[in-house]
């Protein structure tokens, strides 16, 4: 009895180990020109900030042709009388508040609505999805008439303060999402251990909320460093100012646009978000994949 070998049956397509090679490199030739195109603008921003003055606009190229660190050296010199280092505190210090006060409002807030039972719960959620919906500038006029009632304006706290009152429905409705994922038995045990509402979401609920916790402070940060429009409003001492507003500063000067410096300003704005999201780009994904996603 003769036993006949198999033989691999032709490919129907033509495509062979060449053909798959072939698409691979094509493929990633295609990412990179889709990568570089996408990161044009931001290498153009670092080209530039290395430019003299009459060059910024003429040369489009990404290499200056007289290249220069001056624009970072008037940068370092200050702007309006004040240090370029006071404007990066300013910075930090309503970036971090923000973050700080975002994390620990949402956080309970989302646990109060996840987990707690008290008349108009449903009401009450419903109305904080409602205000995702709502335009940023529809409230502006009445929160800046509260805060100037406050005498608060030309301080921090109108940039600050609202953090710490979970008005940010995108985070809460975060964090809802993630405790109700969590299993209620770990608050029974809690409570049978005398553990009341603040302890079991202190002790227990919110070590576990670590994926939400992070992505809430990844984009409170990245949106509050950039935020150009509220800190306009509020602020109106250099001294208090912000990154973005003393951007805002090399524009008008001396009714002349300062580009080299403003640009070379804008690089080092964007070192600590840089930092930061490589710092947590992968607790951001696992909070995306393991929170946003339930149900």
Partial sequence: MSVQAATPAPST??????????????WHVAVI???LVLMYPVLWLV???????DEVLSN??????N?????????FGGVAGYSVWQYFGNSLLVSGLSVIGNVLSCSLAGYVFGRLKFRGRGPLFAFMIATIML?????????????QKLDMV?????????KFFATEAFFVFLMVQFVRGLPKELDESATIDGCGPFRTFWYVILPLLRPAVITTSIFTFIWTWNDFFSQLIY??????????LALQIYVDQTSQSAFGPMFAMSVLALVPIGLFFVAFQRFLVDGVSTSGLKG
């Fill in 235 to 244: 602020l109106n001492d250099p001294s208090k100012f912000t990154l973005p």
């Fill in 154 to 162: 030309n301080t921090f706290w109108p940039l600050i303060l609202p």
């Fill in 60 to 65: 489009l190229a990404l290499l200056p042709d």
């Fill in 135 to 147: 335009p940023h500038h529809v409230v502006l006029i009445p929160q800046y008439i509260i805060f």
């Fill in 47 to 53: 080209s530039s900030s290395f430019k003299p003055a």
């Fill in 33 to 35: 020109a889709l990568v």
């Fill in 67 to 75: 290249g220069t660190t001056s624009n970072y050296s008037q940068v």
């Fill in 13 to 26: 397509t033509g495509a062979g180990p060449r053909g798959t090679t072939a698409r691979t490199v094509l």
